[in-house]
């Protein structure tokens, strides 16, 4: 059975900085490609940022690129996404989510990924 649970969201100001994390029960965890998706009230899930099994491929939505930083150590089983430059429209309930999938390959769209945490809320104060 596989088992995500997010932690480190939080309230911070405007500009501030999280760090959140994701620890998995799976099996192989290097044979997984990761991601993170997020949701804000009255909003769809979206797409944060992904890793690739190895760590090596990852990818942002553009409105995170240069703020935020998706991360894994496969040997910890635990993914993080360090947040900077937080932003009022960050807001949202934030998801890690895992897919069993080939090498080199990354995931963004949320109905590719099989697992799923609970979230973890992030709020930013403007």
């Known amino acids: 059975q596989v088992q995500l649970v997010e932690s480190g969201g939080g309230l911070v100001q405007d500009g501030g900085s999280l760090r959140l994390s994701c620890v998995a029960s799976i099996r192989s965890f290097s044979s997984y490609a990761l991601g993170w998706f997020r949701q804000a009230p009255g909003k769809e899930r979206e797409f944060v940022a992904a890793i690739s099994r190895s760590g090596v491929i990852t990818s942002y939505v553009d409105s995170v690129k240069g703020r935020f930083t998706i991360s894994r150590d496969n040997a910890k089983n635990t993914m993080t996404l360090q947040m900077n430059s937080l932003q009022p429209e960050d807001t949202a309930v934030y998801y890690c989510?895992?897919?069993?999938?080939?090498?080199?390959?990354?995931?963004?769209?949320?109905?590719?990924?099989?697992?799923w945490g609970r979230g973890t809320q992030v709020t930013v104060s403007s």
């Open positions: 989510a895992a897919d069993d999938v080939p090498p080199g390959r990354v995931r963004v769209r949320a109905g590719e990924y099989d697992y």
